[in-house]
């Protein structure tokens, strides 16, 4: 069977067609619903979600399929699609920005999804549970802009009294602080 993908090439990202009428629905009815034996039913999918709200269980499931298939990349393929898929959503960003119509918007949040699946894809392979990840990271961003407020109201920072109020650099300057004080008493924590 030869698809032209160009036939496609217009489909909307976020299923804005029924799905009665949904070009990706006809072009995978013959695999889902054939009684001829020559075309397999799927089965690696069955039982995933990938509208489930839990994103990572979701993740989790499709990753282990993508692995099983031996889909599974060197950490030298791993940098490489990461890359890649930064460069496809700078582009769909670029299209986006010229002509802000949904289909662009939809292309754009696809490719940002590509760039946190290969991120995750990657943390998983690092032994790293991705949502664990996550946590930390909100952590950390929640504590530094904690600690920024309370060194910008200090009296001996020469800051106005709130974040909003600072300039570009009066903020960058407040967060380099910040960030070096939150790594010097990590440091400690683990040399206690």
């Known amino acids: 069977m030869q698809i032209n993908f160009n036939t496609y090439s217009s489909i909307p990202m976020r299923g804005t067609t029924t799905k009665a009428t949904s070009p990706i629905?006809?072009?995978l009815e013959p695999f889902t619903q054939s009684k001829d034996a020559?075309?397999?039913a799927k089965t690696l999918m069955k039982g995933i979600n990938p509208n489930n709200n839990n994103v990572f269980d979701s993740f989790t499931k499709i990753d282990d399929v993508t692995r099983s298939i031996n889909f599974v990349k060197s950490q030298e393929?791993?940098?490489?699609c990461l890359l890649e898929e930064f460069e496809e959503f700078k582009v769909a960003r670029r299209e986006y920005e010229a002509d802000k119509t949904q289909q662009n918007f939809d292309h754009m949040e696809e490719e940002m999804g590509d760039i946190f699946y290969t991120a995750a894809s990657i943390a998983k392979d690092a032994g790293i549970d991705p949502k664990e990840a996550f946590k930390a990271t909100n952590r950390k961003f929640f504590n530094r802009i904690n600690l920024m407020e309370r060194l910008c109201s200090s009296p001996s920072t020469p800051t106005p009294d709130t974040l909003k109020d600072c300039k570009d650099y009066e903020r960058r300057a407040l967060w380099n602080a910040a960030k070096r004080k939150l790594y010097d008493a990590q440091t400690l924590q683990y040399q206690a």
């Open 77 to 80: 393929d791993w940098d490489a």
């Open 25 to 27: 629905d006809k072009l």
């Open 38 to 40: 020559k075309v397999p």
